[in-house]
Protein backbone atom coordinates (compact mmCIF):
# COMPACT_ATOMS: atom_id res chain seq x y z
CA UNK A 1 0.00 0.00 0.00
CA UNK A 2 0.98 3.35 -0.74
CA UNK A 3 -0.69 6.70 -0.40
CA UNK A 4 -1.28 10.15 1.22
CA UNK A 5 -3.11 9.04 4.27
CA UNK A 6 -0.54 10.81 6.65
CA UNK A 7 3.30 11.42 7.26
CA UNK A 8 3.66 8.72 9.30
CA UNK A 9 2.55 5.85 7.27
CA UNK A 10 5.89 5.71 5.53
CA UNK A 11 8.63 3.82 6.84
CA UNK A 12 12.14 4.28 8.06
CA UNK A 13 14.41 6.51 6.38
CA UNK A 14 17.40 3.89 6.09
CA UNK A 15 20.11 6.23 7.46
CA UNK A 16 18.11 5.71 10.43
CA UNK A 17 17.43 2.46 10.12
CA UNK A 18 20.81 1.79 9.98
CA UNK A 19 21.87 4.39 12.91
CA UNK A 20 19.51 1.99 14.94
CA UNK A 21 21.65 -1.23 13.64
CA UNK A 22 24.76 1.02 14.44
CA UNK A 23 24.31 0.94 18.39
CA UNK A 24 22.73 -2.51 18.51
CA UNK A 25 25.89 -3.87 19.98
CA UNK A 26 27.19 -4.46 23.26
CA UNK A 27 25.55 -3.30 26.70
CA UNK A 28 24.75 0.35 27.10
CA UNK A 29 23.64 1.96 30.24
CA UNK A 30 19.47 2.16 30.59
CA UNK A 31 17.82 5.19 30.40
CA UNK A 32 20.00 7.56 28.51
CA UNK A 33 22.88 7.36 30.44
CA UNK A 34 24.66 6.20 27.16
CA UNK A 35 27.21 7.47 25.20
CA UNK A 36 24.91 7.10 22.09
CA UNK A 37 22.32 9.50 23.73
CA UNK A 38 25.28 11.79 24.96
CA UNK A 39 26.00 12.13 21.76
CA UNK A 40 22.58 13.07 19.93
CA UNK A 41 21.84 15.59 22.43
CA UNK A 42 25.39 17.13 22.03
CA UNK A 43 24.52 17.28 18.13
CA UNK A 44 20.91 19.08 19.12
CA UNK A 45 23.75 21.59 21.14
CA UNK A 46 25.77 22.02 18.00
CA UNK A 47 22.85 22.92 15.61
CA UNK A 48 20.95 25.12 17.89
CA UNK A 49 22.84 26.06 21.21
CA UNK A 50 24.87 25.13 23.94
CA UNK A 51 22.57 26.66 26.56
CA UNK A 52 19.65 23.95 26.23
CA UNK A 53 18.08 20.97 27.64
CA UNK A 54 16.98 17.96 25.75
CA UNK A 55 14.92 15.07 26.62
CA UNK A 56 13.61 12.44 24.36
CA UNK A 57 10.04 10.66 24.43
CA UNK A 58 8.31 7.95 22.10
CA UNK A 59 5.73 9.91 20.85
CA UNK A 60 4.55 13.36 20.00
CA UNK A 61 1.45 13.30 22.47
CA UNK A 62 4.11 12.15 25.41
CA UNK A 63 6.22 15.40 23.81
CA UNK A 64 3.59 17.97 24.39
CA UNK A 65 2.52 16.30 27.48
CA UNK A 66 6.03 16.72 28.63
CA UNK A 67 6.45 20.09 27.46
CA UNK A 68 2.90 21.79 29.02
CA UNK A 69 3.25 19.68 31.97
CA UNK A 70 6.90 21.54 32.86
CA UNK A 71 5.17 24.89 31.77
CA UNK A 72 1.83 24.18 33.65
CA UNK A 73 -0.10 23.43 36.94
CA UNK A 74 -3.62 22.66 37.64
CA UNK A 75 -4.76 25.62 37.83
CA UNK A 76 -2.89 27.37 34.75
CA UNK A 77 -4.63 27.45 31.32
CA UNK A 78 -3.05 26.59 27.88
CA UNK A 79 -3.72 28.83 25.13
CA UNK A 80 -3.90 27.14 21.72
CA UNK A 81 -6.15 26.77 18.60
CA UNK A 82 -9.38 24.82 18.57
CA UNK A 83 -7.76 22.59 15.91
CA UNK A 84 -4.71 22.25 17.61
CA UNK A 85 -3.51 18.23 17.91
CA UNK A 86 -3.33 18.91 21.66
CA UNK A 87 -6.90 20.14 21.91
CA UNK A 88 -8.69 17.65 19.24
CA UNK A 89 -6.19 15.01 18.73
CA UNK A 90 -4.86 13.77 22.00
CA UNK A 91 -7.89 12.02 23.99
CA UNK A 92 -7.63 14.61 26.47
CA UNK A 93 -4.05 13.56 27.57
CA UNK A 94 -2.76 17.65 28.39
CA UNK A 95 -6.20 17.89 30.53
CA UNK A 96 -5.47 14.61 32.33
CA UNK A 97 -1.85 14.96 32.98
CA UNK A 98 -1.30 18.05 33.27
CA UNK A 99 -4.75 18.95 34.89
CA UNK A 100 -5.53 22.26 33.68
CA UNK A 101 -7.89 23.92 31.13
CA UNK A 102 -7.18 24.31 27.48
CA UNK A 103 -8.62 27.60 26.33
CA UNK A 104 -9.08 26.60 22.52
CA UNK A 105 -9.50 29.97 19.72
CA UNK A 106 -10.98 30.14 16.78
CA UNK A 107 -8.23 30.31 14.39
CA UNK A 108 -7.16 30.40 10.51
CA UNK A 109 -6.11 27.22 9.12
CA UNK A 110 -4.84 26.78 13.09
CA UNK A 111 -2.52 30.12 13.43
CA UNK A 112 -3.66 31.95 16.18
CA UNK A 113 -2.94 35.27 16.33
CA UNK A 114 -1.47 37.35 19.30
CA UNK A 115 -4.44 39.81 18.88
CA UNK A 116 -6.66 37.37 20.10
CA UNK A 117 -5.08 37.23 23.79
CA UNK A 118 -5.75 40.17 25.41
CA UNK A 119 -9.08 39.42 26.69
CA UNK A 120 -8.08 36.51 28.01
CA UNK A 121 -6.24 38.10 30.45
CA UNK A 122 -9.26 39.54 31.76
CA UNK A 123 -9.42 37.29 35.16
CA UNK A 124 -5.87 37.07 35.61
CA UNK A 125 -5.48 37.06 39.56
CA UNK A 126 -8.80 35.79 40.01
CA UNK A 127 -9.15 32.37 42.43
CA UNK A 128 -12.05 31.15 40.10
CA UNK A 129 -11.00 31.28 36.81
CA UNK A 130 -7.92 28.91 35.19
CA UNK A 131 -4.76 31.14 34.85
CA UNK A 132 -3.52 31.80 31.39
CA UNK A 133 0.07 30.42 31.46
CA UNK A 134 1.10 28.87 28.11
CA UNK A 135 0.52 29.51 24.82
CA UNK A 136 0.87 26.80 22.21
CA UNK A 137 1.13 27.08 18.69
CA UNK A 138 1.78 24.32 15.80
CA UNK A 139 3.81 24.98 13.49
CA UNK A 140 3.50 23.90 10.58
CA UNK A 141 -0.34 24.36 11.71
CA UNK A 142 -2.32 21.05 11.58
CA UNK A 143 -3.80 22.74 8.27
CA UNK A 144 -0.03 22.74 6.89
CA UNK A 145 -0.11 26.75 7.16
CA UNK A 146 3.09 28.79 8.01
CA UNK A 147 3.33 31.79 10.99
CA UNK A 148 5.84 33.79 9.82
CA UNK A 149 8.51 34.84 11.88
CA UNK A 150 6.89 38.22 13.05
CA UNK A 151 3.93 36.34 13.70
CA UNK A 152 5.58 34.13 16.19
CA UNK A 153 7.69 36.72 17.94
CA UNK A 154 4.69 38.57 18.58
CA UNK A 155 3.02 35.82 20.56
CA UNK A 156 6.44 35.25 22.33
CA UNK A 157 6.74 38.78 23.45
CA UNK A 158 2.97 39.04 24.37
CA UNK A 159 3.59 35.80 27.05
CA UNK A 160 6.70 37.38 27.99
CA UNK A 161 4.93 40.45 28.75
CA UNK A 162 2.33 38.91 30.70
CA UNK A 163 4.50 36.32 32.55
CA UNK A 164 3.80 33.57 30.12
CA UNK A 165 5.76 30.97 28.46
CA UNK A 166 5.32 29.86 24.41
CA UNK A 167 5.33 26.34 23.03
CA UNK A 168 5.86 24.99 19.95
CA UNK A 169 4.28 21.85 18.94
CA UNK A 170 7.13 20.99 16.03
CA UNK A 171 5.84 17.39 15.20
CA UNK A 172 6.37 18.69 11.38
CA UNK A 173 9.26 21.49 12.44
CA UNK A 174 11.50 20.01 9.69
CA UNK A 175 8.50 20.86 7.55
CA UNK A 176 8.44 24.50 8.34
CA UNK A 177 12.09 25.20 8.84
CA UNK A 178 12.51 23.64 4.69
CA UNK A 179 9.90 25.29 3.28
CA UNK A 180 10.97 28.93 4.67
CA UNK A 181 14.70 27.79 4.59
CA UNK A 182 15.44 29.12 7.84
CA UNK A 183 17.47 27.26 10.52
CA UNK A 184 16.00 25.48 13.67
CA UNK A 185 17.39 27.98 16.07
CA UNK A 186 16.00 30.79 13.43
CA UNK A 187 12.81 29.61 13.72
CA UNK A 188 12.16 28.38 17.06
CA UNK A 189 14.91 29.73 20.30
CA UNK A 190 15.59 33.78 18.36
CA UNK A 191 11.69 33.73 17.82
CA UNK A 192 11.28 33.61 22.10
CA UNK A 193 9.91 29.97 22.09
CA UNK A 194 10.57 28.78 25.58
CA UNK A 195 10.06 24.66 24.80
CA UNK A 196 9.76 22.84 21.51
CA UNK A 197 8.73 19.66 20.76
CA UNK A 198 10.75 18.50 17.89
CA UNK A 199 9.10 15.69 15.80
CA UNK A 200 11.13 12.81 14.70
CA UNK A 201 8.81 10.36 13.70
CA UNK A 202 6.92 12.18 10.64
CA UNK A 203 10.72 13.04 9.46
CA UNK A 204 11.62 9.40 8.78
CA UNK A 205 12.39 8.11 12.00
CA UNK A 206 10.81 4.50 13.45
CA UNK A 207 9.74 6.38 16.38
CA UNK A 208 10.43 9.10 18.41
CA UNK A 209 10.11 13.03 19.55
CA UNK A 210 12.73 15.58 20.91
CA UNK A 211 11.13 18.09 23.76
CA UNK A 212 14.07 21.29 23.72
CA UNK A 213 13.94 23.69 26.40
CA UNK A 214 15.38 26.87 25.49
CA UNK A 215 14.27 28.19 28.39
CA UNK A 216 16.37 25.85 31.32
CA UNK A 217 14.10 27.23 34.19
CA UNK A 218 11.35 25.28 32.67
CA UNK A 219 13.49 22.01 32.47
CA UNK A 220 14.21 21.23 36.04
CA UNK A 221 10.91 19.21 36.64
CA UNK A 222 11.22 17.49 33.42
CA UNK A 223 12.80 14.42 33.99
CA UNK A 224 10.86 13.44 36.28
CA UNK A 225 7.87 14.44 34.88
CA UNK A 226 9.01 11.86 31.98
CA UNK A 227 9.23 9.09 34.08
CA UNK A 228 6.00 9.52 35.72
CA UNK A 229 4.04 9.81 32.26
CA UNK A 230 5.98 6.73 31.10
CA UNK A 231 8.18 8.31 28.07
CA UNK A 232 11.12 7.45 29.73
CA UNK A 233 12.60 4.50 27.22
CA UNK A 234 15.28 2.15 29.21
CA UNK A 235 16.86 1.34 25.93
CA UNK A 236 17.39 5.21 25.02
CA UNK A 237 20.14 4.73 22.66
CA UNK A 238 17.32 3.17 20.06
CA UNK A 239 15.91 6.46 20.65
CA UNK A 240 18.86 8.99 20.36
CA UNK A 241 20.75 7.13 17.43
CA UNK A 242 17.83 8.34 15.10
CA UNK A 243 18.09 11.99 15.96
CA UNK A 244 21.77 11.86 15.67
CA UNK A 245 21.11 10.11 12.08
CA UNK A 246 18.50 13.07 10.90
CA UNK A 247 20.49 15.73 12.28
CA UNK A 248 23.46 14.08 10.31
CA UNK A 249 23.82 16.39 6.96
CA UNK A 250 21.00 17.86 7.35
CA UNK A 251 18.88 14.71 6.81
CA UNK A 252 15.63 16.09 8.74
CA UNK A 253 15.59 19.07 6.51
CA UNK A 254 16.14 16.76 3.26
CA UNK A 255 13.43 14.72 4.23
CA UNK A 256 10.96 17.62 5.22
CA UNK A 257 12.07 19.25 1.74
CA UNK A 258 11.08 16.43 -0.51
CA UNK A 259 7.98 15.82 1.39
CA UNK A 260 7.02 19.74 0.82
CA UNK A 261 8.12 18.96 -2.70
CA UNK A 262 6.00 16.50 -3.37
CA UNK A 263 3.02 18.18 -1.85
CA UNK A 264 3.04 21.17 -4.29
CA UNK A 265 3.31 18.30 -6.99
CA UNK A 266 -0.07 16.72 -5.87
CA UNK A 267 -1.19 20.44 -5.32
CA UNK A 268 -0.52 21.29 -9.29
CA UNK A 269 -1.71 17.85 -10.47
CA UNK A 270 -4.86 17.79 -8.34
CA UNK A 271 -5.81 21.67 -9.36
CA UNK A 272 -6.15 20.88 -13.42
CA UNK A 273 -8.97 17.94 -12.42
CA UNK A 274 -12.35 20.04 -13.02
CA UNK A 275 -14.03 18.60 -9.36
CA UNK A 276 -11.37 18.93 -7.20
CA UNK A 277 -11.33 21.95 -4.85
CA UNK A 278 -8.30 22.72 -3.26
CA UNK A 279 -8.76 24.65 -0.37
CA UNK A 280 -5.98 27.18 1.20
CA UNK A 281 -2.66 27.05 0.03
CA UNK A 282 -0.27 24.42 0.03
CA UNK A 283 2.54 25.60 2.00
CA UNK A 284 3.95 22.21 3.83
CA UNK A 285 3.07 18.62 3.57
CA UNK A 286 -0.72 19.22 3.27
CA UNK A 287 -2.97 19.19 0.62
CA UNK A 288 -6.94 19.84 1.98
CA UNK A 289 -9.51 19.27 -0.99
CA UNK A 290 -12.65 19.18 -1.63
CA UNK A 291 -13.47 16.30 -3.73
CA UNK A 292 -17.14 14.93 -4.62
CA UNK A 293 -18.13 12.46 -1.64
CA UNK A 294 -18.86 9.54 -4.66
CA UNK A 295 -15.54 10.06 -6.12
CA UNK A 296 -14.23 10.20 -2.23
CA UNK A 297 -16.10 6.68 -1.79
CA UNK A 298 -14.35 5.58 -5.07
CA UNK A 299 -10.84 6.89 -4.59
CA UNK A 300 -10.86 5.26 -0.86
CA UNK A 301 -11.69 1.44 -2.73
CA UNK A 302 -8.17 1.44 -4.03
CA UNK A 303 -6.27 3.89 -1.76
CA UNK A 304 -6.68 5.24 2.04
CA UNK A 305 -7.01 8.91 3.36
CA UNK A 306 -8.53 10.62 5.84
CA UNK A 307 -12.01 12.98 5.54
CA UNK A 308 -11.24 15.67 7.08
CA UNK A 309 -15.06 17.29 7.20
CA UNK A 310 -17.70 15.49 6.68
CA UNK A 311 -19.76 18.30 5.85
CA UNK A 312 -17.62 19.86 3.23
CA UNK A 313 -16.58 16.52 1.44
CA UNK A 314 -12.85 17.59 2.60
CA UNK A 315 -10.43 15.82 2.32
CA UNK A 316 -6.46 15.86 3.85
CA UNK A 317 -3.70 14.10 1.76
CA UNK A 318 -0.58 14.16 3.43
CA UNK A 319 2.95 13.91 1.69
CA UNK A 320 5.75 12.50 3.66
CA UNK A 321 9.64 12.02 2.87
CA UNK A 322 9.57 8.98 0.95
CA UNK A 323 6.48 10.42 -1.34
CA UNK A 324 7.40 9.80 -5.16
CA UNK A 325 6.29 11.47 -8.01
CA UNK A 326 4.89 8.20 -9.25
CA UNK A 327 2.92 8.66 -6.33
CA UNK A 328 1.67 11.52 -7.29
CA UNK A 329 1.24 10.86 -10.68
CA UNK A 330 -0.62 7.50 -9.67
CA UNK A 331 -3.05 9.31 -7.47
CA UNK A 332 -3.76 11.88 -9.78
CA UNK A 333 -4.65 9.82 -12.69
CA UNK A 334 -6.60 7.74 -10.04
CA UNK A 335 -8.90 10.70 -9.35
CA UNK A 336 -8.54 12.24 -12.83
CA UNK A 337 -10.56 8.27 -14.03
CA UNK A 338 -12.88 8.45 -11.26
CA UNK A 339 -14.26 12.24 -12.09
CA UNK A 340 -14.05 11.23 -15.99
CA UNK A 341 -16.30 8.26 -15.03
CA UNK A 342 -18.59 10.77 -13.37
CA UNK A 343 -18.80 13.16 -15.97
CA UNK A 344 -20.28 10.40 -18.49
CA UNK A 345 -22.44 8.50 -15.76
CA UNK A 346 -23.93 12.39 -15.82
C1 LIG B 1 0.55 18.59 15.12
C2 LIG B 1 0.83 17.26 15.74
N1 LIG B 1 1.37 17.20 16.96
C3 LIG B 1 1.69 16.06 17.54
C4 LIG B 1 1.46 14.85 16.90
C5 LIG B 1 1.96 13.61 17.57
O1 LIG B 1 1.20 12.55 17.64
P1 LIG B 1 1.61 11.09 18.11
O2 LIG B 1 1.31 11.04 19.57
O3 LIG B 1 0.70 10.25 17.31
O4 LIG B 1 3.05 10.83 17.84
C6 LIG B 1 0.85 14.84 15.65
C7 LIG B 1 0.51 13.59 14.96
O5 LIG B 1 -0.35 13.49 14.15
C8 LIG B 1 0.52 16.09 15.05
O6 LIG B 1 -0.05 16.14 13.83
Sequence with gaps: MRG?????????????MNAIQAVNIDHAHPYGDDQYTTKAINHFKSVLKEDIDVLFTFNGTGANVLALSSMAQSFHAVICAECAHINKDECGAPEKFVGCKLFALPSDRGKIRADQLSPLLKHIGFEHHNQPRVISITQP?????????????????????????????????GNACAAMDMG???MTGDLGVD????GGT?????YG???IFFNRSLAAPAKFIRKQSMQLGSKMRFIAAQFDAL???????????QANQMAQALYERLSDIPCVDV???????????????????????????????????QVRLMTSFDTTMADVEAFAELVRIESQKQEQDQ
Aim: proline letters at 3%; a negative charge.
Design 247 to 257: LTDDLWLKNAD
Design 4 to 16: FASDNISGVHPAV
Design 279 to 313: TGTVDTNAVFAIIPSHIIERLQEKTFFYIWDDARS
Design 195 to 198: VLSF
Design 202 to 206: KNGAM
Design 184 to 186: LME
Design 141 to 173: TEFGALYQPHEIREIAEFAKKHHMTLHMDGARI
Design 209 to 211: EAV
